[in-house]
C-alpha cells in the first residue's frame, strides 16, 4: 500500500512556471514507476509524465520541451517542473505510483489544483 500526497498547485498567469511535488510514503519508494496525471473539467484524465524506478522519463507530446520530471528517492518524492505555462494546462494534477513488475495496481494522490489565467 502506498499513500502519495501532492502539493504546489496554484494559480499562475499564462507564460508562468510552477513545480508539484509528490510525497510517497508506506512502501519501497525507489521500486515505484511513478507518474504525473491530469484531468481538466469534462475531459478524461490523461498521463502527462512518467519516470520509471531506473528515471527513465516519459512525456506526453503537449508538455514535451516544457515540463520536466524528477525523483528523489532519499525524500521518497517526485517533482514536475512545469514552464511556459498555458491555459489548457489547467488542470488536477494527480500523482500515480505503480509498479507493473508485479501487478497493475495504481496509487494515487488526491490532486492538486492547477489554473492558469490572467
Known amino acids: 500500500q502506498v499513500q502519495l500526497v501532492e502539493s504546489g498547485g496554484a494559480l499562475v498567469q499564462p507564460g508562468g512556471s510552477l513545480t508539484l511535488s509528490c510525497v510517497a510514503s508506506?512502501?519501497?519508494?525507489?521500486?515505484?514507476?511513478m507518474g504525473w496525471y491530469r484531468q481538466a473539467p469534462g475531459k478524461q484524465r490523461e498521463l502527462v509524465a512518467s519516470?520509471?524506478?531506473?528515471?527513465?522519463?516519459a512525456y506526453a507530446e503537449a508538455v514535451k520541451g516544457r515540463f520536466s520530471i524528477s525523483r528523489d528517492n532519499a525524500k521518497n518524492s517526485i517533482f514536475l517542473h512545469m514552464t511556459n505555462l498555458a491555459p489548457d494546462d489547467s488542470a488536477v494534477y494527480y500523482c500515480?505510483?505503480?509498479?507493473?513488475?508485479?501487478?497493475?495496481?495504481?496509487?494515487w494522490g488526491q490532486g492538486t489544483q492547477v489554473t492558469v489565467s490572467s
Open positions: 519516470i520509471t524506478s531506473a528515471r527513465i522519463t
Open positions: 508506506g512502501d519501497i519508494f525507489s521500486l515505484y514507476a
Open positions: 500515480s505510483a505503480s509498479r507493473p513488475s508485479i501487478g497493475d495496481t495504481i496509487y
